[in-house]
């Protein structure tokens, strides 16, 4: 479909986005029972009666999981409900053992959140709501195999403990919709609930997207999208099923409530089943589990335990006057920020320290898929190599081959530009002869140079740069070539 056919089809409607994310905390146990939530582990292995559902088998709730739970809600400015409910959500799928799913319904452990998303809308700052956070335990995986005409089921994440982050449908593009949950899943990264890994299901989006005339106020029918493993691939899925529902609407029919699934590879949206409503869940409170109850003096112990999340660390950066390029990286991810702040205690100049972390750093780390922690390269050694660049010890060039040798070797800095050769030669009568041989043998440049067209020093301090093998002070042999010139 052509663009301007896409732009007939759309004008005149307003996109209406809710997000549903599922996300797996991090904890070492299910949500119910003492299994493990490894992942990877053989089909079936990290099993027990509680969640293979077998008669007399009762669920004991994770405490770890309810803390976790509480950092969510905390994190993201929710009003705790001190009572929560466990509830029981009936389905039928060859995967659920139980017949149902324990889930938290009318009373969740949290409501009435918000979210900044980092964008300005006619130059406010964009911030969406969420409805609620809650509990629940994840379901078990169908494997299917089409060239067998058979599915298998795997339960190992049977009863894994999840927190489903429900947004109001207050999103009104992809691009908002894409920036929603790139910020929420910093913010679960910064307050270290879940490693948020979308390959291993770790996090999960299901969209609910409608389309409405511009200026009614009343929603359009909602369709659930499903099946998007990737925030880009959700960006896109939104995409394509407002246009399709916009092509409904223009042609005269109406919008049929149901759950589609995207095909990211075709780029299209196809019908898995009608969209179930609350009612059909037939949901009713949980026996077997007592109210959830949480006290002051938990609520303020969770509190106390809460880093600094990343809006409050920007604000920090930005305050020492570093670009936004710089605080944007810096603040990436929660790793990258102590990193920072360990060189920048031992070397003052935060530009200094920014341009090697967000540079050289950063590479070797996006390089070899390393963690932050988990390089050779202590902070106390970077900050070691800055202090000689500040101090005219080596040049920069230099500097960058001292660092690649701090990543293999145990020396200092300063040890390895003596044994390379890489202190910048400061010596009168040896910078002199260097800058003399290119004057020798580039005469015309020399003349030109003299002539007075200084634009030719920067190639003539690179001649000579590259004649000392980068040793040479460029400070000085700038100095020495002006004298040249003047003299």
């Not at 207050?170 to 979308?198: F, H, V, W």
């Not at 100049?349 to 050779?376: H, I, L, P, Q, Y």
Request: charged share 25%; proline share 5%.
């Amino acid at each position: 479909m052509s663009t301007a056919m896409e732009t007939d089809v759309t004008a005149g409607f307003e996109m209406v986005v809710g997000l549903e994310v599922h996300v797996q905390l991090k904890t070492q146990t299910k949500a119910f029972c003492g299994c493990s939530t490894n992942f990877g582990a053989p089909p079936n292995q990290n099993t027990c009666p509680v969640c293979l559902a077998l008669p007399g088998a009762l669920p004991v709730l994770n405490a770890r999981a309810v803390e976790l739970a509480l950092r969510v809600a905390l994190g993201f400015g929710f009003t705790v409900n001190a009572r929560s409910i466990f509830a029981r959500k009936n389905y039928f799928y060859p995967d659920l053992p139980k017949g149902y799913q324990i889930s938290q319904h009318d009373t969740p452990i949290a409501e009435h959140g918000r979210l900044d998303i980092g964008l300005l809308i006619n130059g406010e700052p964009r911030v969406i709501g969420i409805t609620r956070a809650h509990m629940e335990e994840d379901a078990g995986k169908s494997i299917h195999d089409r060239y067998e005409s058979a599915t298998a089921v795997d339960l190992n994440r049977s009863g894994v403990p999840l927190v489903e982050i429900v947004s109001e449908p207050e999103m009104r593009s992809p691009e908002e919709a894409g920036a929603y949950l790139r910020t929420l899943k910093q913010i679960l990264l910064y307050l270290d609930i879940s490693d948020c890994n979308m390959e291993e299901g770790s996090l999960r989006v299901d969209a609910n997207v409608s389309a409405r005339p511009f200026g009614q106020v009343r929603l359009g029918t909602k369709c659930e999208v499903k099946n998007m493993n990737s925030f880009s691939g959700v960006e896109r899925a939104l995409a394509a099923e407002f246009r399709r529902q916009c092509g409904v609407l223009v042609a005269g029919g109406s919008v049929q409530q149901q759950t589609l699934l995207w095909d990211g590879a075709k780029g299209e949206i196809r019908p898995a089943r009608s969209k179930e409503g609350s009612s059909d869940y037939r949901y009713f409170p949980e026996p077997d589990l007592p109210p959830l109850l949480i006290s002051d003096a938990e609520l303020a112990r969770v509190r106390e335990t809460l880093p600094e999340l990343p809006a409050a660390r920007r604000a920090r950066y930005a305050a020492m006057k570093l670009s936004e390029y710089d605080v944007q990286e810096l603040t990436a991810d929660p790793a990258t920020g102590p990193f920072f702040e360990a060189v920048l205690a031992l070397h003052a100049d935060a530009k200094s320290v920014a341009n090697w972390v967000n540079g050289e750093v950063r590479a070797v780390v996006n390089e070899r898929d390393t963690a932050w922690d988990a390089m050779s390269l202590e902070p106390a050694r970077l900050a070691a190599l800055i202090d000689l660049v500040r101090d005219g010890v080596v040049s920069s060039s230099a500097a960058k081959k001292i660092f690649a040798q701090l990543l293999v070797s145990t020396d200092t800095p300063r040890a390895i530009a003596e044994r390379d050769g890489l202190v910048q030669v400061r010596d009168d009568n040896a910078l002199a002869g260097w800058v003399d041989e290119v004057l020798a043998e580039h005469p015309v440049e020399a003349a030109r140079y003299a002539a007075g067209e200084k634009k030719l020093v920067g190639l003539l301090v690179g001649l000579v740069m590259k004649k000392s093998q980068g040793r040479a002070d460029p400070k000085l042999v700038n100095q020495l070539l002006s004298s040249r010139a003047t003299g």
